[in-house]
């Protein structure tokens, strides 16, 4: 079933000294004894292949029969397990995570609970401590890169370069006072200072989030798109996401669906991220491919929230660029892609009756190619490629529920828990041995969690404003 | 939101020493400073309780006012760390193990593809080695009890007592030979001596486990319910499961669904456990009710077929047995009733358009007592009172993920993974400490199976008879 090609290894490196039989090149990291999915155009797997890296970058993915022509720094025999591209979190609200478990099934959660409870707790610690947290439950689970939407994102900026993972963090712009912007004009100036401390960042990547299309107003969304051009930075919004925004945006333009409107105004171009989706039909999607939108397909949140089930099978049948992502902790409630993997092979199952739907390897395509290409990034990451940066997880296939694998696609989407990530590497850096974190100190990250939640307790569950 | 109540210790007592105030009580094992879920009548929640057990049952049950007045030969201190009932798992075919990943998403697969596969390779050894990677896996995800269909089951009754678990176990019996019998009288003969070998032990219970109804003739089915009266052990079937099986029964019936058939001929009884029950109508679920049938749910594998969503929320808010099953694990795949929390609760949510609908606690009634109920054992296992069998595990609230816990049942059923349980204890033995198996050798387990893995692919894969 799986080719075994032997990837040219002076392909796509310009820079790159290309490799001869009898040479001996020296780099920083091997991987070695490996099944290695490439993820690449032809979804390459080497039974028994190797993965090197020369500094933050891929220098060679193989079949392994080269193994003795490197001299690794650090060496890491994954004996068999599970190596691939590191998983791509296509949205999230990492921040999140200390509300998680909060009020869970309410009716009209978001504008009932989540923005009061916003308004009275989101501050910079808040959204340092969570989204400490979050990076740290990420990572643990073989995210190596996510794309966050929040408030305060300078914050979270220091916390992911702190654990040395990648981001694309857009600021969120409301249209209501929030704690880091009174206005959505003053939110916007908060984006631009941002973009212009982190615009040169090797691994975030600022970007402006509005809210959505209809917590933001026409002009605000039109000036976010010209200034997301002008600068070259993501615009990440949730879209075609719930019945209240396809009632305000119909009044507002005279019937016209979230994308149908979005396309109007001009605010959609290949700089665009729209998360969510459901409530698309094939015209809708049709316009999100015509402008090369990116799309975050989420399904555990969508499912729990009854909101439905998001087309994505059509989306990626028709090629859109579409990956997964877990939406935010209050609303997924974990921030492991893993997690996603069974629900989204299995619910497309259900819903379009075949089960044959949706298939494993095109759920971990969604994973990283796949959210790669959502992210506008797919010539950087998403696959492990000679000259790509080197994002790389290592899975144990040695714990009792990935026993045996038959077919590696099967076992990481039906099988597979994000505690079966054992390693993480992230721009060429070790992040992640043996599920210990090499960069942040885990148990100081969960404490001050643990001390945040106790504020949040006394301050609306005790009091009584949020009933469990 | 959580009541606090003191168990009055003596009640469900007889044999048992009552406590009073200034006695010191000696028992077996002591859990304390623990988030103790009962599952009671009441769900009573202990916030800073206790468990104490002694011999193998539970002795104790309290808001841990009265640590002081137990002497304890081994203590745990769970440390704010949910405690709750032993999960059960009330439909397994927990042998499969070896099979697992292979050929997941073809059409017709169980009589295309899995009848053959077992016809070839089902042998004791086979049974024995896919058992115990089972029960490893289900122990380290929190399951105490299960129940089994396979065939072989005085080899995977070894297994059970082996580990210490608690188990069901239903020898298959269909009308086509297979390697236990050539034929259902054979199968019945071996399931009678089976019955005979282990009606006494103490925590396996055999049972008789006819396929289906479309796979076995009316007369065995007539034979198999008497039999059981007989004997008074449990029957376990799939049943209203596929089309197929509809068209087989309609046609032997004169158009009868499989429900309405088997209660035609006189076999649903209060011995009986039915698995999946997706083609289910009200009458049919008034059916079960009234012959006081349990009904093991099994969400993954269901909506993984795209055989549909069995309406567990009905038969639930009904007042039927219904508990959480897994299915097999070429079916759901993996054992662990954890991992199917979060999609029984989100499914049941998407499908009936409510985000209120099936929330948390329910789900976890269904894991526990609700299985037990299923069982017809919920006079022994599935709460945490005092009386019953000691049966109880440790979930870990300190991993990223499960931080904050706000509300005990939303963390464990949104956020929890099988690995996040800590500790396990059946029948009052401790068979798990931090996650280390006591009773086996795990590393042996999966030696084993991982061996067993190559013949499985030198016989079907690599000879082209199963395609990937």
Known sequence: MFKKT??????????????????????????????????????????????????????????????????????????????????????????????????????????????????????????????????????????????DMYYFEDEVAKTVDQIGMRAILGETIIQFPVASAKTPEDGIKYTLNFIEQYKDHPRITPAFAPHGPYTNSTETLQTIAKLSLKHDVPVMMHLAESDREREVIAERSGGLSPIKYMESIGALNSNFLAAHVIDANDEDIAILKKHDVGVAHNMSANIKSAKGVAPALKMFNDGLRIGLGTDG??????????????????????????????????VIEMATIGAARALHMEDKIGSLEVGKLADIIVIDTKAPNMIP?????????????????????????????????????????????????????????????IVQ
Chains 1, 2 share one sequence.
């Open 405 to 465: 694998v038959y077919n590696p696609y099967s076992a990481l989407v039906y099988s597979a828990y994000a505690t079966n990530v054992k390693h993480s590497v992230v721009d060429g850096k070790l992040l992640m041995e043996d599920r210990n974190i090499l960069t942040v100190n885990e148990k100081a990250v969960r404490d001050e969690a643990l001390k945040f939640a106790d504020i949040v307790r006394k301050t609306v569950i005790e009091s009584g404003e």
């Open 6 to 147: 032997l990837l040219a290894v002076s392909l796509a490196a310009t820079s790159l000294i290309s490799t001869s039989a009898y040479a001996i090149e020296n780099v920083d990291l091997l991987i070695k004894n490996a099944t290695v999915l490439t993820m690449d155009q032809d979804k390459t797997v080497f039974d028994n292949g190797l993965v090197a890296v020369k500094g933050n970058k891929i220098y060679a993915v193989t079949d392994g029969k080269d193994i003795n022509e490197y001299k690794a720094i650090k060496t890491i025999d994954a004996d068999g397990d599970i190596v691939m591209p590191g998983l791509i979190n296509s949205h999230t609200h990492a921040s999140m995570t200390v509300f998680r478990s909060m009020a869970d099934d309410v009716p009209d959660r978001l504008h009932r609970y989540i923005f009061p409870l916003e308004k009275k707790l989101v501050s910079r610690d808040m959204v340092r401590i969570g989204a400490q947290l979050g990076n740290v439950e990420m990572l643990k689970g073989g995210v190596t890169t996510y794309a």
């Open 329 to 362: 902790p209050m609303s997924g409630n974990t921030l492991s892609t893993i997690d996603e993997f069974n629900q989204v092979a299995k619910v497309h199952k259900l819903v379009n009756k075949d089960r044959a739907a949706m298939p494993p390897i095109n």
